[in-house]
């Protein structure tokens, strides 16, 4: 089950991709909106499911970083390039805090005491 089509991310992706792979990416994003969030609206979830979608797929472009990296260096003959990635890492479906917020998952401060339900 998915919650969004390859349409939907052709629509906000203009570069190509492979179909097959953003079809399995758009089931694991379903999996990953269900853990947050079940009950969010099916447009919220078609939203985040296309962000998810083509974050990975942008950054599956870089074939220099393994998927799973957060930060790499590559140096040769005197010059070096250095990348770090600020949310989630290359190649991972990841929730970006404003799709956590857009599910209603947002951090939130707070704490309960269960001692506090035995009186």
């Given at each position: 089950?998915?919650?969004?089509?390859i349409?939907?991310?052709?629509?906000?992706?203009?570069a190509?991709?492979?179909?097959?792979?953003?079809?399995?990416?758009?089931?694991?994003?379903?999996?990953?909106?269900?853990?947050?969030?079940?009950?969010?609206?099916?447009?919220?979830?078609?939203?985040?499911?296309?962000?998810?979608?083509?974050?990975?797929?942008?950054?599956?472009?870089?074939?220099?970083?393994?998927?799973?990296?957060?930060?790499?260096?590559?140096?040769?003959?005197?010059?070096?390039?250095?990348?770090?990635?600020?949310?989630?890492?290359?190649?991972?479906?990841?929730?970006?805090?404003?799709?956590?917020?857009?599910?209603?998952?947002?951090?939130?401060?707070?704490?309960h005491?269960?001692?506090?339900?035995?009186?």
């Amino acid at each position: 089950m998915t919650y969004a089509t390859i349409d939907d991310i052709r629509a906000r992706y203009p570069a190509s991709f492979d179909e097959d792979v953003a079809a399995a990416l758009l089931e694991d994003a379903a999996v990953t909106i269900d853990a947050y969030n079940a009950s969010a609206s099916e447009e919220v979830k078609k939203v985040i499911s296309c962000r998810m979608v083509i974050r990975t797929l942008a950054a599956s472009g870089d074939a220099d970083m393994p998927i799973g990296a957060t930060q790499g260096t590559m140096s040769a003959l005197g010059y070096s390039q250095t990348w770090t990635i600020s949310n989630g890492a290359s190649g991972e479906l990841y929730l970006s805090k404003l799709d956590k917020k857009l599910l209603g998952v947002s951090n939130r401060i707070g704490s309960h005491s269960p001692l506090e339900d035995m009186t």
